[in-house]
C-alpha cells in the first residue's frame, strides 16, 4: 500500500512560553490518537513548536484506512428464530444494524449455545478524504488560558494566522476562523520572509532557511552548546536552571546566546535577591567562578542571529541595571524595619477570610511549634524553634518579598541574621516553607523541619475546616504539596509522631478558636483520606507494588517512617523462597479472625490439643519479641516465625468448633494473632503469584 508524508503546522501569534511544549505535545497526540482510531497506519512521528507555531509530520502514512473483516455476534439461535423458523425482529434489527441481510447469518456454538453471527467486510476509505477532520483536532485543543479576537467563536491559546496541512505534495482543504489551508509558512519575525513548503520532508529545512529552529530539541542543544563554549572561552561556570532554559527555549525560534555585565557594587546584595532578579524578570542565566562566586556578569539568550551582540548586551545590561537599583533600594529600605514593627503590620494581613490573619496564623503555628517540641523532647532547641515560629512570616511585608515573592524565607534569613537574631532561628525562617517543591530537599536542621511542619499542618487543618478541599486537578492552595511535605519530612527524619496526632493536633487550635466549621470526626477523617494518598504517592514514587502500599496503609498510617520501612521489607522479601508460604499461614489467620464477634479473654485451659497450646505459647513470645523490636525487618521475621504453628494448628484444630465457648476461644486466638499481624500489614491483601 503507497504511503505519504503529512504534516500539520498552526501558525500563531507568539504564545506564552510555558503553553508552549504542553500545546505541541497535545497536538502530536490528538493526531496520533485520530490516525489510530481511523485505522490509518503511519510511522514515525515528529512534533515541532516555536512561539509562533506548533507542528507535527507523520511519515509513511497510509494512503486508505485498512480493510476491516470482522465476525459480529448477535442473539442465540432460539432467540433469532421464532417458533416456526422464521428470522425474528431481533435477528433482522441485528443484521440491519450490522448492514448485513438475513442471508448472511449463520450460526455458531459459544459455551453450549449457539449464536447468530455475520462477517462483516468494511473497506477502507482514502486517507485524503477523511484528512479533513484534522480540523476538528485543532479547533478541539485546550489550553490552561484561551483567548477569542475580533467577531470569532474559537477559544484559543493565541490568535490563529496562518495554517499549513499536507499529505504528500496535495494540500488538505480546511478552514479555521477564516484561515484557509495552505502550504505557506512564516519565518523569523525579523529575519525571515514568507516561505513556500512543496512537501512535507522539506519543512524543517525550509524554516530553517528563514532563521527558525523549528525542532525545540535542536535549539535547545544549540543552547546549551552556545553556553559551554562561553564557559570554556571565560573560565566561567553558567549554572543552567532547568525551568529557565524550557522557558528561554520556548522564548525563541532562533537562538543566541550572549552575555552582559553590571556594577560590582550590585554583588553586595544577597546573591539570591541577584539570581532572582536576573531570572524571573529578564530570563538571564547568573555566572560563577570556579569557586561557586556569583560574578558581575549575566547570560541571556537572543532571538535572531549574531548580528550587533554589543548592542544587544548594552541594552539588556540597561533593563538589568535598573531592576537591581530597585532591589538594591529596597533592600536597604527594608533593613530600617524592626522585625517586631514588620510583625505588628501581620495583624491587617488577612490570610483568609474564613481562617483570619497571618498574625492569627502565626499564633496557631507557635502553638503547634511548642506542642511538637516538647514530644521531640526538644530542650535548648524549643526556645529557637518557638522564636523562629514567632517571626517565620515576619519577611512577607518586606519590600523586597512584595516585589519578588520568591524570596519569602530567603530574605527572612537575611534579615534576621542582620536584626541579630540566633543563626539557628535565621535558618529556620528559611526552611520552615521546604520543601517548596517534588525535587526539593526537606528542612535540614531539627528547627526548621519542626516549624515546617507545625505551618503546614495548621494550613492544612485550616482549609479543611471550612470545607476548602482539593478536587481533582483543583488545589489552589497547593495543599497537595503542603501534605506531600509533611509526609517527607516525617519519613526522613524519622520522627515517633504519628500522622493521627498530627491531624488531631492541628485541628485543636482551630477548635478552640471557632473556626472549625464542620463536624470535627468529618474532618479528621477527610484529612487522614488526604494523607493516605500523599503517602501512597511517596510509595509508588519509591516503586513499592500496588498491592503492599494497600497492604500497609490498610488501617491507621501512624509513623511514617515505620510505614515506609515495613513497605520496603515486604518489597524486598517478596521473592524470597518460602514467602509465599508464611503470607498464606498468616492471611489464614486474619481471614478466619474476621469471623470474631464476640471477642473473649484466650483461656489456655479450654485448650482440646497440643497445637492450640503450641500455637499460642509462641504467640506471646513473638509478640513480646514484636514489641522489643525496633527494626521492621526483625518484626517482620517473628511474624512469619508462626507459620509452622499455625500450620499445625489448622492441621489439628476446628476453629468454628460447635461448642460456643471453645469457638469463641479459639476465635479470639485467631484474633489477637490477626491484630498483631495486621499491625504490620493486611498480609491477606498481598498478591501472591
Given at each position: 500500500?503507497?504511503?505519504?508524508?503529512?504534516?500539520?503546522?498552526?501558525?500563531?501569534?507568539?504564545?506564552?512560553?510555558?503553553?508552549?511544549?504542553?500545546?505541541?505535545?497535545?497536538?502530536?497526540?490528538?493526531?496520533?490518537?485520530?490516525?489510530?482510531?481511523?485505522?490509518?497506519?503511519?510511522?514515525?512521528?515528529?512534533?515541532?513548536?516555536?512561539?509562533?507555531?506548533?507542528?507535527?509530520?507523520?511519515?509513511?502514512?497510509?494512503?486508505?484506512?485498512?480493510?476491516?473483516?470482522?465476525?459480529?455476534?448477535?442473539?442465540?439461535?432460539?432467540?433469532?428464530?421464532?417458533?416456526?423458523?422464521?428470522?425474528?425482529?431481533?435477528?433482522?434489527?441485528?443484521?440491519?444494524?450490522?448492514?448485513?441481510?438475513?442471508?448472511?447469518?449463520?450460526?455458531?456454538?459459544?459455551?453450549?449455545?449457539?449464536?447468530?453471527?455475520?462477517?462483516?467486510?468494511?473497506?477502507?476509505?482514502?486517507?485524503?478524504?477523511?484528512?479533513?477532520?484534522?480540523?476538528?483536532?485543532?479547533?478541539?485543543?485546550?489550553?490552561?488560558?484561551?483567548?477569542?479576537?475580533?467577531?470569532?467563536?474559537?477559544?484559543?491559546?493565541?490568535?490563529?494566522?496562518?495554517?499549513?496541512a499536507l499529505f504528500g505534495n496535495e494540500v488538505v482543504p480546511f478552514s479555521i476562523?477564516?484561515?484557509?489551508?495552505?502550504?505557506?509558512?512564516?519565518?523569523?519575525?525579523?529575519?525571515?520572509?514568507?516561505?513556500?513548503?512543496?512537501?512535507?520532508?522539506?519543512?524543517?529545512?525550509?524554516?530553517?532557511?528563514?532563521?527558525?529552529?523549528?525542532?525545540?530539541?535542536?535549539?535547545?542543544?544549540?543552547?546549551?552548546?552556545?553556553?559551554?563554549?562561553?564557559?570554556?572561552?571565560?573560565?566561567?561556570?553558567?549554572?543552567?536552571?532547568?525551568?529557565?532554559?524550557?522557558?528561554?527555549?520556548?522564548?525563541?525560534?532562533?537562538?543566541?546566546?550572549?552575555?552582559?555585565?553590571?556594577?560590582?557594587?550590585?554583588?553586595?546584595?544577597?546573591?539570591?535577591?541577584?539570581?532572582?532578579?536576573?531570572?524571573?524578570?529578564?530570563?538571564?542565566?547568573?555566572?560563577?567562578?570556579?569557586?561557586?562566586?556569583?560574578?558581575?556578569?549575566?547570560?541571556?539568550?537572543?532571538?535572531?542571529?549574531?548580528?550587533?551582540?554589543?548592542?544587544?548586551?548594552?541594552?539588556?545590561?540597561?533593563?538589568?541595571?535598573?531592576?537591581?537599583?530597585?532591589?538594591?533600594?529596597?533592600?536597604?529600605?527594608?533593613?530600617?524595619?524592626?522585625?517586631?514593627?514588620?510583625?505588628?503590620?501581620?495583624?491587617?494581613?488577612?490570610?483568609?477570610?474564613e481562617i483570619g490573619t497571618l498574625a492569627e496564623k502565626t499564633a496557631r503555628v507557635t502553638a503547634v511549634t511548642g506542642v511538637l517540641a516538647d514530644?521531640?523532647?526538644?530542650?535548648?532547641?524549643?526556645?529557637?524553634?518557638?522564636?523562629?515560629?514567632?517571626?517565620?512570616?515576619?519577611?512577607?511585608?518586606?519590600?523586597?518579598?512584595?516585589?519578588?515573592?520568591?524570596?519569602?524565607?530567603?530574605?527572612?534569613?537575611?534579615?534576621?541574621?542582620?536584626?541579630?537574631?540566633?543563626?539557628?532561628?535565621?535558618?529556620?525562617?528559611?526552611?520552615?516553607?521546604?520543601?517548596?517543591?517534588?525535587?526539593?530537599?526537606?528542612?535540614?536542621?531539627?528547627?526548621?523541619?519542626?516549624?515546617?511542619?507545625?505551618?503546614?499542618?495548621?494550613?492544612?487543618?485550616?482549609?479543611?475546616?471550612?470545607?476548602?478541599?482539593?478536587?481533582?486537578?483543583?488545589?489552589?492552595?497547593?495543599?497537595?504539596?503542603?501534605?506531600?511535605?509533611?509526609?517527607?519530612?516525617?519519613?526522613?527524619?524519622?520522627?515517633?509522631?504519628?500522622?493521627?496526632?498530627?491531624?488531631?493536633?492541628?485541628?485543636?487550635?482551630?477548635?478552640?478558636?471557632?473556626?472549625?466549621?464542620?463536624?470535627?470526626?468529618?474532618?479528621?477523617?477527610?484529612?487522614?483520606?488526604?494523607?493516605?494518598?500523599?503517602?501512597?504517592?511517596?510509595?509508588?514514587?519509591?516503586?513499592?507494588?500496588?498491592?503492599?502500599?494497600?497492604?500497609?496503609?490498610?488501617?491507621?498510617?501512624?509513623?511514617?517512617?515505620?510505614?515506609?520501612?515495613?513497605?520496603?521489607?515486604?518489597?524486598?522479601?517478596?521473592?524470597?523462597?518460602?514467602?509465599?508460604?508464611?503470607?498464606?499461614?498468616?492471611?489464614?489467620?486474619?481471614?478466619?479472625?474476621?469471623?470474631?464477634?464476640?471477642?473473649?479473654?484466650?483461656?489456655?485451659?479450654?485448650?482440646?490439643?497440643?497445637?492450640?497450646?503450641?500455637?499460642?505459647?509462641?504467640?506471646?513470645?513473638?509478640?513480646?519479641?514484636?514489641?522489643?523490636?525496633?527494626?521492621?525487618?526483625?518484626?517482620?521475621?517473628?511474624?512469619?516465625?508462626?507459620?509452622?504453628?499455625?500450620?499445625?494448628?489448622?492441621?489439628?484444630?476446628?476453629?468454628?468448633?460447635?461448642?460456643?465457648?471453645?469457638?469463641?476461644?479459639?476465635?479470639?486466638?485467631?484474633?489477637?494473632?490477626?491484630?498483631?499481624?495486621?499491625?504490620?500489614?493486611?498480609?491477606?491483601?498481598?498478591?501472591?503469584?
Open positions: 500500500m503507497s504511503k505519504r508524508d503529512l504534516l500539520l503546522e498552526i501558525g500563531l501569534e507568539e504564545m506564552p512560553a510555558r503553553f508552549v511544549t504542553a500545546s505541541m505535545k497535545q497536538l502530536s497526540d490528538k493526531v496520533q490518537k485520530w490516525l489510530k482510531e481511523k485505522a490509518i497506519e503511519f510511522g514515525a512521528v515528529e512534533a515541532f513548536s516555536t512561539p509562533r507555531r506548533l507542528a507535527i509530520l507523520v511519515k509513511d502514512v497510509s494512503e486508505s484506512q485498512k480493510d476491516i473483516e470482522e465476525e459480529a455476534k448477535g442473539p442465540a439461535k432460539k432467540i433469532a428464530l421464532d417458533s416456526e423458523g422464521n428470522w425474528s425482529k431481533a435477528a433482522l434489527g441485528f443484521v440491519r444494524g450490522q448492514g448485513m441481510t438475513a442471508e448472511d447469518i449463520y450460526f455458531k456454538e459459544l459455551k453450549g449455545i449457539e449464536y447468530a453471527h455475520v462477517n462483516k467486510f468494511i473497506k477502507g476509505q482514502p486517507t485524503s478524504q477523511l484528512l479533513s477532520e484534522l480540523q476538528e483536532i485543532i479547533s478541539g485543543m485546550t489550553f490552561p488560558k484561551n483567548m477569542r479576537w475580533a467577531n470569532q467563536d474559537l477559544r484559543f491559546v493565541r490568535p490563529i494566522k496562518w495554517l499549513i476562523v477564516d484561515v484557509e489551508t495552505g502550504r505557506e509558512t512564516k519565518g523569523h519575525r525579523f529575519l525571515g520572509e514568507v516561505a513556500m513548503i512543496e512537501a512535507p520532508e522539506q519543512y524543517e529545512a525550509t524554516l530553517r532557511d528563514q532563521f527558525v529552529m523549528a525542532n525545540p530539541d535542536n535549539r535547545r542543544s544549540v543552547i546549551l552548546e552556545q553556553i559551554k563554549s562561553l564557559e570554556q572561552e571565560k573560565g566561567w561556570i553558567i549554572p543552567v536552571d532547568e525551568d529557565l532554559l524550557e522557558e528561554v527555549n520556548n522564548l525563541v525560534e532562533y537562538p543566541t546566546v550572549l552575555f552582559g555585565h553590571f556594577e560590582e557594587e550590585f554583588l553586595e546584595l544577597p546573591a539570591e535577591v541577584l539570581i532572582t532578579s536576573m531570572k524571573e524578570h529578564q530570563r538571564y542565566f547568573p555566572v560563577k567562578d570556579q569557586d561557586g562566586k556569583l560574578l558581575a556578569f549575566f547570560v541571556t539568550v537572543r532571538n535572531g542571529d549574531d548580528r550587533h551582540l554589543e548592542k544587544v548586551s548594552k541594552g539588556n545590561e540597561k533593563v538589568l541595571r535598573a531592576r537591581l537599583s530597585d532591589a538594591a533600594f529596597f533592600f536597604k529600605e527594608d533593613q530600617k524595619k524592626e522585625i517586631a514593627d514588620a510583625l505588628k503590620k501581620l495583624d491587617s494581613i488577612v490570610y483568609h477570610e514530644a521531640l523532647n526538644l530542650k535548648a532547641e524549643k526556645d529557637l524553634a518557638l522564636r523562629a515560629a514567632e517571626i517565620a512570616k515576619f519577611d512577607l511585608v518586606s519590600h523586597m518579598v512584595y516585589e519578588f515573592p520568591e524570596l519569602q524565607g530567603y530574605m527572612g534569613e537575611k534579615y534576621a541574621l542582620l536584626k541579630g537574631e540566633a543563626k539557628e532561628v535565621a535558618a529556620a525562617i528559611n526552611e520552615h516553607y521546604m520543601p517548596r517543591h517534588a525535587d526539593d530537599n526537606v528542612p535540614p536542621s531539627v528547627i526548621g523541619a519542626v516549624v515546617s511542619i507545625a505551618e503546614k499542618i495548621d494550613t492544612l487543618a485550616s482549609f479543611f475546616a471550612i470545607g476548602v478541599i482539593p478536587t481533582g486537578s483543583q488545589d489552589p492552595y497547593a495543599l497537595r504539596r503542603q501534605a506531600s511535605g509533611v509526609v517527607q519530612i516525617l519519613a526522613e527524619k524519622k520522627w515517633n509522631i504519628s500522622l493521627e496526632e498530627l491531624i488531631t493536633l492541628g485541628l485543636k487550635g482551630l477548635e478552640s478558636k471557632g473556626l472549625l466549621k464542620r463536624d470535627l470526626e468529618e474532618v479528621k477523617a477527610d484529612m487522614f483520606t488526604f494523607f493516605k494518598a500523599r503517602v501512597k504517592h511517596l510509595l509508588q514514587e519509591q516503586q513499592i507494588r500496588y498491592d503492599l502500599i494497600d497492604a500497609v496503609l490498610i488501617d491507621e498510617i501512624g509513623f511514617i517512617h515505620s510505614l515506609v520501612e515495613r513497605a520496603h521489607v515486604l518489597d524486598a522479601k517478596k521473592d524470597e523462597a518460602g514467602f509465599k508460604e508464611s503470607l498464606e499461614a498468616l492471611s489464614r489467620v486474619m481471614n478466619i479472625a474476621v469471623k470474631c464477634d464476640h471477642k473473649v479473654t484466650v483461656d489456655p485451659n479450654a485448650f482440646e490439643n497440643e497445637q492450640e497450646k503450641a500455637l499460642y505459647e509462641k504467640y506471646q513470645t513473638v509478640a513480646l519479641r514484636y514489641a522489643e523490636s525496633k527494626k521492621e525487618k526483625d518484626r517482620f521475621e517473628h511474624l512469619i516465625s508462626l507459620q509452622s504453628e499455625i500450620e499445625s494448628y489448622f492441621e489439628n484444630t476446628m476453629v468454628m468448633a460447635d461448642d460456643e465457648a471453645i469457638r469463641n476461644n479459639r476465635l479470639s486466638l485467631m484474633k489477637e494473632i490477626s491484630d498483631l499481624v495486621s499491625g504490620f500489614a493486611a498480609m491477606n491483601k498481598i498478591i501472591l503469584s
